[in-house]
């Protein structure tokens, strides 16, 4: 890890927070065991998921619609954007309800591209018009949820929230079953080609 360049970037401030790539923390438990062993005994905090709308599979289709001066088809990236922003808000309170009997911090996953750069504003004013109040990762990371360890082995770990339900064993709902399902991705992947 490139500790000494952080150490130098971040002028004494906390810099140790490891998000798993892809959300996979490890298809045995060994794997899954020596990682965090090694975060924890270089006082790093997992920094857990449990808000993601998979914002990444807009960035493509957006440049090719730009490209081709498509805007109707632009508009409508816009728009399937900030609705399955909002689905997930809703699928992460559905299951902190679920699972914690209360809504805990969320934590939402966003990457950068330059579709995601565009929508910034749009998303977050819209959050914010659904009364979402935002956080740091350290005071999010607080809640005393993110001291379990759901402790599942999987190829496809998934967020903390899908891990807890799988870790209680609870039935997600239909809704919360179908939120990836329902990802328009094939008509993004497919748009402006």
Known sequence: ?????????????????????????????????????????????????????????????????????DNQSIEWLKKSYIEQALKSIKVAHIQSQLIFKRDIKQILLLHIGVFDALMLDDLLTTFERHQIKFISLPEALQDKAYQINPNIVSKHTGGFLDQMM????????????????????????????
């Open 1 to 69: 890890m490139n500790e000494s360049y952080l150490s130098t970037l971040m002028q004494n401030k906390d810099y140790r927070y490891f998000r798993y790539p892809y959300l996979f923390e490890g298809d045995t438990q060994k794997k899954r065991d020596t990682i965090r062993e090694y975060l924890f005994t270089h006082h790093y905090k997992v920094a857990q998921v449990t808000t993601d709308f998979e914002d990444y599979l807009w960035n493509n289709a957006y440049v090719r619609c730009v490209k081709k001066k």
């Open 166 to 193: 799988l870790a209680k064993k609870i039935q997600p709902p239909n809704f919360v079953k179908n939120f990836i399902a329902n990802i328009p991705e094939k008509k993004i992947n497919n748009l402006c080609r």
